[in-house]
C-alpha cells in the first residue's frame, strides 16, 4: 500500500500486528482495546478490535465516548457500548502540524431486509422517515446500533472541526446510506441547523483521475466495491476527510478479490481503500 498511516479491523493479535509493521518501518502501533477470548475455548477469540500504525509519532491517543443524547435520541434500550471501540490519534508530521486520525469499524448490518438501499436522490427527509419507522417497530436493531455509533463519532469529530481530520473505517453501510449522514450531517441531528458544511466528506468524490486520451462516449466508471456478500459487491469501507485536505490520489486494492471474493485464512475479504492528501 506504501502508506504511511493505516487503520486495521478484525484485529485479533495485536502483538503479532505490531510486530509485522514495525518490521514495516511502522514505529507508532496503537490499540485502544482488547480482543477478548472465549471463556471455554482460551485459543479461540469472540471479538475484534480497530488499531492504527503510523510512520509518525502518535503524540495522543484515546477511545471515543458514547454521546449519551444520541442514544437517548434513537430511543436505544438497555446499557449501549461500541460493538468496536473507534481510535482517535493525534499525529505530528514533518512539518510540526498536527492532524486527528479516527479509525472505526460499525456495528454488522446481518444483510436485514429493513436496511434500507438509498441512492443520490433521496434526501435526507426521505431516508430518516424510512428508516425511523423500521426503527419504532424494531425491524432493525443492528442499524439502530450503527446509527449511535455514527453520531458519536459525529458530536467527537465537531469539537475538533478546526483540526486536519480524517477517518478510516469500515461502516457495514452502503454509499448514500443514512448512516453516513449520522456521521457527517449536522442537519441528521438538528434540522433547523443552518450549517451547510459536513463534518467530514467522503474522500472518493474529491479526487478526479486524469484520463489520458478520453474516448467522447465513454461512461464514467462505477464505483469499485469493497466487499462482496453472495457475489453481489457493496461499497462499505471509506476514508472521510475534512476539509482542510486536497485528495491528490485515491486507488482500492482489490485484486484479491478478484481470485476470491470471500477472502481467506491468508487475505482479507475487503479492498483496501488507498487515499493521498494534501493539507490545503
Not at 8 to 36: C, M, N, P, T
Not at 60 to 79: L, Y
Request: one cysteine or more.
Amino acid at each position: 500500500m506504501d502508506c504511511d498511516i493505516i487503520g486495521f479491523q478484525e484485529v485479533f493479535s495485536r502483538k503479532a500486528l505490531r510486530h509485522l509493521v514495525k518490521e514495516l518501518g511502522f514505529k507508532y502501533f496503537k490499540v485502544v482495546d482488547i480482543a477478548k477470548l472465549s471463556k471455554n475455548n482460551p485459543f479461540k477469540y469472540v471479538s475484534t478490535t480497530v488499531a492504527i500504525a503510523s510512520k509518525y509519532p502518535l503524540i495522543d491517543m484515546q477511545a471515543v465516548d458514547v454521546h449519551i443524547p444520541s442514544i437517548k435520541a434513537h430511543h436505544f434500550e438497555g446499557r449501549f457500548r461500541f460493538s468496536r471501540i473507534p481510535i482517535k490519534a493525534t499525529i505530528t508530521l514533518p512539518n510540526d502540524k498536527e492532524l486527528l486520525v479516527y479509525v472505526c469499524h460499525l456495528k454488522s448490518n446481518r444483510n436485514s431486509e429493513f436496511e434500507y438501499v438509498f441512492n443520490e436522490t433521496h434526501n435526507l427527509e426521505h431516508k430518516k422517515a424510512l428508516v425511523f419507522k423500521a426503527l419504532e417497530h424494531k425491524y432493525s436493531e443492528s442499524l439502530k446500533q450503527r446509527l449511535c455509533e455514527a453520531s458519536s463519532l459525529f458530536f467527537d469529530i465537531e469539537k475538533s472541526k478546526d483540526m486536519p481530520t480524517a477517518l478510516l473505517c469500515d461502516l457495514n453501510d452502503k454509499e448514500y446510506s443514512i448512516t453516513i449522514d449520522a456521521l457527517s450531517n449536522p442537519k441528521y441531528h438538528d434540522s433547523t441547523s443552518k450549517d451547510k458544511n459536513l463534518v467530514l466528506r467522503d474522500a472518493h468524490y474529491l479526487y478526479t483521475p486524469e484520463v489520458y486520451n478520453p474516448h467522447p462516449e465513454a461512461k464514467e466508471p462505477k464505483r469499485k466495491a469493497t466487499s462482496y456478500f453472495l457475489g453481489k459487491g457493496n461499497v462499505l469501507d471509506y476514508i472521510f476527510v475534512s476539509n482542510h485536505f486536497s485528495v491528490t490520489d485515491y486507488a482500492i486494492l482489490d485484486a484479491h478479490l478478484e481470485e476470491n471474493k470471500d477472502g481467506s485464512l491468508l487475505q482479507s475479504d475487503h479492498a483496501q481503500v488507498i487515499c493521498e492528501l494534501t493539507l490545503n
